[in-house]
């Protein structure tokens, strides 16, 4: 698995000597996220010589995007936009890099190895799917993205999609001013790597440069796009779907037994709304922007509530437990002139002596789960995607509240969490 990587600057992360087998020349990689049991990996590697290595076969699903110099995979050179996607157990041709240029290097369901063959003739391995790629993405055109949702404003290039399971590369730009005010999960993983310009989200500063890995049903959103719009090389490991909360909240707490400010044991509770409180980082045209979003959504007829900053306003957690008991209440017969009053005379000397308040929050967490997350091979990791198609029910966000950070993006105010 993957760890949440979000949100690091690639300048912040050390070199390591590039780990491209049976290639001859001199390359350095930096490593912005990795699965240590799979081999998956995606980075960022730099030319110091011309490289090269002839036919072969990968032992994962290989790509390879061009952010300045050039590539030249079978007597082809392409310049800035070159990409190439190459599947495991497919011969490929020979691939060269000149001196001082910069890519994207993904690998996805395999290590780092190569096997040497002398042609493409060389048969494939035993379940190879698909054919290599060739792309040239400075020649495609922008298309509008096509999932519904977000306001217009978004626009795609498609690199590779794997008719089999989904998984797709491509380009995203979104222009100047395009702003959503909620936030989003998804039933898939999502990564991407800024390329140019500049966005503000609610895990910080999306500029060139910068990288987040994000696991299946992760919030994220409060997005704001700046001057000159924002482009990415984005990544799914399936079909993409948006799923949209507002009034987000986490509340957690505890008793203390040795610290705190009171004697032992000392009662207490903290909220990402109290982490976010304080002045906020938003700047007024964030805010504005941000409104826009929320004015075409209603102008949709959406039924989404006023934006408000986290951390600014009320606590949304509060009132959400106050709802939720008063749902609960009512549920049982109490209408809103009922005497909640209560003999406070009674012995404390046993355990937990005052009587659970029934809560009510509308349905059962249980139905907001993926059916299969508790019992299939990937029980053991919460954010591992899963197949979803129309007509399932849709599992609810799941909660990560310490990705990995580098130290010039690393910024957490509890906004999302």
Not at 309 to 318: A, N, R, V, W, Y
Request: aromatic share 10%; net charge negative; hydrophobic share 30%.
């Amino acid at each position: 698995m993957r760890p949440h990587v979000e949100l690091i600057q690639e300048d912040d992360y050390v070199w390591h000597g590039a780990e491209l087998v049976n290639g001859e020349g001199r390359a350095s990689e930096r490593r912005l996220s990795v699965d240590e049991e799979d081999g998956s990996s995606s980075l960022r590697v730099d030319f110091h010589t011309d490289w090269g290595r002839g036919p072969g076969i990968h032992h994962a699903n290989t790509e390879y995007y061009v952010l300045d110099g050039s590539m030249t995979y079978g007597g082809r050179e392409i310049g800035k936009g070159g990409y190439v996607y190459a599947p495991k157990g497919v011969p490929t041709d020979a691939i060269t890099f000149a001196e001082g240029t910069r890519i994207l290097h993904y690998r996805e369901y395999g290590d780092a190895g190569f096997d040497p063959v002398e042609s493409l003739a060389h048969p494939r391995r035993p379940g190879a799917r698909e054919d290599v790629l060739v792309i040239d993405s400075e020649a495609m055109t922008w298309d509008a993205v096509p999932n519904p949702g977000p306001m217009p404003g978004l626009f795609i290039k498609y690199l590779h999609v794997d008719p089999g399971t989904g998984f797709y590369t491509r380009l995203v730009h979104a222009q100047e001013g395009w702003a959503d005010h909620r936030l989003a999960h998804h039933p898939c993983y999502e990564e991407a790597y800024t390329t140019q310009g500049h966005m503000e989200y609610n895990f910080g500063t999306l500029d060139l440069g910068t990288y987040f890995f994000r696991p299946a049903r992760i919030k994220h959103g409060h997005f704001t796009t700046m001057e000159g719009g924002t482009t990415w090389l984005l990544r799914s490991d399936g079909e993409l779907f948006n799923w949209y909360t507002q009034n987000e909240w986490v509340r957690w707490g505890g008793e203390a037994l040795n610290y705190g400010p009171g004697e032992a044991p000392l009662r207490w509770s903290a909220s990402s709304h109290d982490l976010g409180s304080g002045p906020g980082r938003r700047s007024e045209k964030d805010i504005a922007d941000l409104v826009t979003a929320l004015e075409y959504q209603r102008e949709q007829g959406a039924v989404d509530d006023d934006y408000t900053q986290h951390g600014q306003g009320t606590d949304p957690s509060l009132l959400a437990l106050a709802k939720a008991v008063d749902a609960a209440r009512l549920q049982g017969g109490h209408g809103p002139g009922h005497d909640h009053s209560h003999d406070h005379s009674h012995d404390h000397d046993h355990e937990h002596g005052h009587d659970v308040p029934a809560v009510d929050w509308g349905v059962d967490p249980a139905a907001l789960e993926h059916a299969d997350e508790r019992t299939d091979e990937h029980a053991h990791n919460w954010g591992r995607g899963r197949v979803w198609k129309s007509g399932d029910p849709i599992p609810a966000p799941i909660l990560s509240s310490l990705p990995v950070r580098s130290r010039s993006r690393g910024r957490w105010d509890a906004d999302g969490m």
